[in-house]
């Protein structure tokens, strides 16, 4: 079979056919990230509730660092209240409870930890909670229930001991030297265990941060980084929660936006991939061609159709692919 030989006019065509395939790629691919995304009305109205759930989730986490909320810290002593109960019961049943030689009504649940055990519920059960997010509250706030919880319940069922035994009752009237020593030194405790007030308010401040990352998500400008959510200060061996390495891998997996961004630039990037080669193919053909014209001339028909095979090969399509049909509807007007 002999050889035919390309102008640098059929060359061009050729260039053009390739640019129009990947113009039309790229914009039946975005059209169908957009679809799924940004331009879904119910998408987007699920992502409004999610903007909305976490700015409430982290106002709420911040409150108890508020000095202007109800839930400031400083505004209750868990500690001292339940001493109160402790010392109010005693008395109003302390014949049976000496007769009995044990204190048998257990121990106050503090308000505090009562409150963040159902904050964590309904975190936990929250559709509009992103799971990432999810993972990252509830690991916080159950092992701080948990210790925390701890060591109230030992130090208070030691103290419930203790007055059983025959000790005075702690007064928490601001003038008993006993009761400050014995509150010091349940906050001591909680500060060993990483539940202390300013490690708390730090790894409050870290997971409001980890929103922040996650809401950034959403900006069709910005992307997430990696190395931002990196920046998150959970240590392994000191944070109260234990945060696994896990937590500080960011959201990019999590959040539909983002992943549908890296999948579209993926996509760009293997049609570019096949541009550079189809343009690499052209240059081929022409020094071909030139060879060609110096042996035959310019006389012969192109092999429209072997050219049209070799392009679809480069670009792993068929002919009844958007793409062949687009090159056989061209050759044909090539040869009107």
Not at 23 to 36: D, E
Not at 126 to 151: C, H, M, W, Y
Not at 158 to 182: H, M, W
Request: hydrophobic letters at 35%; glycine letters at 4%; aromatic letters at 8%.
């Amino acid at each position: 079979m002999s050889q035919i030989g390309l102008t640098i006019d059929d060359i061009l065509k050729i260039v053009q056919i390739s640019f129009y395939i990947t113009a039309a790629s790229v914009t039946v691919l975005t059209y169908r990230s957009a679809k799924n995304g940004l331009l879904n009305t119910v998408n987007t109205e699920y992502q409004k509730k999610v903007i909305a759930k976490l700015e409430e989730i982290s106002n709420y986490l911040s409150s108890e660092f508020d000095s202007t909320s109800p839930h400031y810290w400083a505004k209750s002593n868990s500690i001292r209240d339940s001493v109160d109960h402790i010392n109010e019961v005693f008395l109003k049943n302390k014949d049976y409870i000496l007769e009995l030689g044990e204190y048998p009504f257990g121990v106050l649940y503090p308000e505090k930890l009562l409150r963040l055990s159902n904050f964590v519920t309904k975190v936990k059960t929250d559709p509009f909670v992103p799971k990432g997010v999810r993972e990252i509250i509830t690991a916080f706030l159950e092992n701080r229930i948990q210790r925390t919880g701890s060591i109230y319940f030992s130090e208070l069922e030691s103290y419930s001991e203790s007055i059983v035994a025959g000790e005075n009752l702690l007064r928490t009237d601001g003038e008993d030297p006993k009761f400050d020593e014995f509150h010091n030194s349940i906050v001591e405790k909680l500060n060993d265990e990483g539940c202390g007030i300013s490690k708390v308010e730090s790894d409050i401040n870290n997971i409001r941060l980890y929103i922040q990352m996650y809401l950034e998500s959403f900006n069709p400008i910005k992307n997430v980084k990696l190395e931002a959510l990196q920046a998150l200060q959970f240590p392994e061996d000191d944070s109260i929660n234990q945060t696994p390495a896990r937590f500080l891998k960011g959201l990019l997996g999590r959040s539909t936006f983002a992943s549908t961004t890296v999948d579209i630039k993926q996509q760009v990037q293997q049609l570019q991939e096949e541009l550079d080669l189809l343009r690499s193919y052209s240059q081929q053909l022409e020094t071909e061609n030139q060879e060609l014209q110096e042996a035959t001339g310019n006389s012969v028909e192109p092999d429209y159709l072997s050219i049209r095979d070799r392009v679809l090969a480069k670009l792993k399509v068929g002919r009844q692919s958007a793409g062949g049909k687009a090159i056989e509807a061209f050759i044909k007007e090539l040869r009107l």
